[in-house]
């Protein structure tokens, strides 16, 4: 006969949300706490997640099926060569579709013949193949590519940064080089190259103009090589001895994308710290929480006691104070995911990433939020809900 | 129909070394209305605490509306307070974000009576207690006589059999104080049964009944000397 009905989860709510309203300053300050720590680590996984989606984006541009062989050392450690007629053998492996080589050359290039041999700027002269540019994927930015005829002449394309060292920023019908002792007049300038870095730092002549005016010895340096997709490590495994059958120990072979994604794996590692700091911030917050809500039971002894003489059990007190510091929380961890959001997609769109942030981590943010509120909220409520109310209304 | 809202028997509680109520019997009667008076550290603020249920006797039995409190758990006296008893504090405690008519509706939050009831409910307590007009005004807003009368709305907005009052009128101008007992007799008269925790012996006077608490014993009550006056 002496039991009271049940309380509507809507009142439960709006009991649990009382205390925050008259203190609009103090909560703001306490979920804020859990806001950045909860910022921190959507962010994280945020931005980590948008440049992978930013690398899947490139490697389905670029493709995974370019393999390259360079020489490397002779058993007694000098400088390996790759025979003459490399590429011709390579591209009679089966599944390979096209085959591409530079050769390394001896010779500077300068802006004008004024400028002290010093100054190289570190760029290389490379023979190059007339099918470089389509095997490595590597774009012109501007003028044209070499053909049959300027291969033949003192013609030149230079990679980006070559061109940007050398402070070349358009192409004039006269624009010239001085390379080898000799003019050479500058045909094209490549994009950036993201699958043959090394293009972006070179000079390319045609092979016959390079054996022709600057004394190149014709052994290439590095095969570029597209292979059909499925078939990739097939030609892996035979690809040194194809370049070099008499010695397939002294050949390099590498894969440029799978460089790019383990540039991505080491970045795993960054983002793991990335997200333990942000962990610890969230925990930060979540004592911040602990330490309102013990405050504020101090403070309410008074509306404490008062709620225990208008019925309140001890356990609706204790709900009230939990729901009170999973309000606090929860309200820190929606702005904590709103601002994380925001973070990922300035940071993201800066970049030209497409914005990428993975639901798990929103629910997980916003889960941990809840749970840190229960915590947190757990002792101050145990300890109000304990509280004698006679000792609650004389604080007052 | 004369069964006791509250019956002390032989009711003692101690903190540790010091008694504050040492064997104190009293009943009071369903429509009574009555003061304790006492000076202060009489003992007079732990038997409201007693009769109110907020609290335990040491030894002794405390029965309200027929419960014998030592019996009940939390949940029983909780539910105790809810429905049968009503509390006026000197401070008034009200919720400073909430207007009057919610701060009256609290008085039903743990009964389980849905929000719209428990608005309705509120506006008619407010209407005895002569604030109609002032429903939506915040504590802040209103004088100490009308948070005190909010007060006593919120005490009977669940028709309590019991209404006990801790120094009503000690944190009030005289005038405001006049008003609140002109209420408290008003509430009395309609059949509620009110007890008054007093340290004002003018106020005590003014009641039918007083019982005077000294050093934690009942030194005088006057229904015991219904004798009539010379």
Redesign the interface.
Known sequence: M???????P??VL??GA?GL??RPLRVFLSALGIAIGIAAMIGVVGISTSSHAELQRTLDRLGTNLLTAAPGQTFTGAEAKLPKSTVDMVRRIGPVESAASTGDVDGYVYRNDRIPPAETGSINVKAADLGLLATTGTQLARGSWLNKATARYPAVVLGTGAADRLGIGSIESDTRVWLGGTWFTLVGILDKSALAPELDDSALVGWGAAERILGFDGHPTKIYTRTVESAVEEVRDVLAATANPQAPTEVKVSRPSDALAAKNATDKAFTGLMLGLGAVALLVGGVGVANTMVISVLERR??I??????????N?IRTQFLVESQLLAGLGGIGGVLLGIAVTAAYALSQGWPVSVPVWAIAGGFGATLSIGALAGLYPAVRASQL???EA?GA? | MNRPVVRLDNVTRSYGETTALAGVSLTFHRGELAAIVGPSGSGKSTML?LI?T??RPTSGTVEIDG?DIAT?G???L??????T?G?V?Q?F?L????SALDNVA??L???????AERRRAARSALERVDLARRIYHRPNELSGGERQRVAIA?ALVGSPRLLLADEPTGALDSRSGDTVMALLRALHADGTTVVIITHDREVAASLPRQVQVRDGRIVHDSSRDRVPAC
């Open positions: 002496l039991k009271t009905g049940r309380m509507s809507r009142d709006r009991t009382s309203r008259t008074a509306e006691g008062l709620r225990r003489s208008l019925g309140a059990r001890r609706q004698p109310p006679t209304l007052a | 605490n109110g907020l609290d419960h009940l939390d949940q029983e909780s539910a105790l307070r809810a429905m008893i509390f504090f401070q405690h919720a400073a974000g909430l609290e008085g939050l743990y009964t389980g009576t849905p929000l919120r």
